[in-house]
C-alpha cells in the first residue's frame, strides 16, 4: 500500500471512532456536532449565527445537546411523496365534508 492510500484509511477510522464516541455524548462541541451531522464546520457556524440549529453559548464555545439535535432533523425531515399524497386526499376529504354540511 502506497502512504497515501494508508493516510486516507487512517482518516476514515478516525471518523468513525469519533463518531461512535459521539454517539454516547449528550453534549457535543462543534467539532462533535459537525461529525454527528454531516456538515462542514462552516455550514454548522452560519446556521447557529441564522439561528436556524439548537445550540447554546458556553462564554465563547458553542454546545449542542445530541437530542436537540435529533429532533432538529426529525423536524427539517423533507415529506416523500407518499406522505405529501396522503396529507392531500386528507384535506380533500375535510373541505368536502365541510362544503356538503354547509349545503
Known sequence: MKKNEILEKL???EIIIG???VQEKKVLNASEACAYL???K????HMTSRNQIPYAKHGRSLRFIRSELDRWIQKHQVKTA???EDAA???????????????
Open 42 to 45: 462552516w455550514a454548522l457556524y
Open 82 to 84: 407518499d406522505d405529501i
Open 11 to 13: 482518516a476514515v477510522l
Open 38 to 40: 454531516g456538515i462542514t
Open 19 to 21: 463518531s461512535l464516541s
Open 89 to 103: 386526499e386528507v384535506y380533500v376529504s375535510r373541505n368536502e365534508a365541510k362544503n356538503n354540511k354547509r349545503k
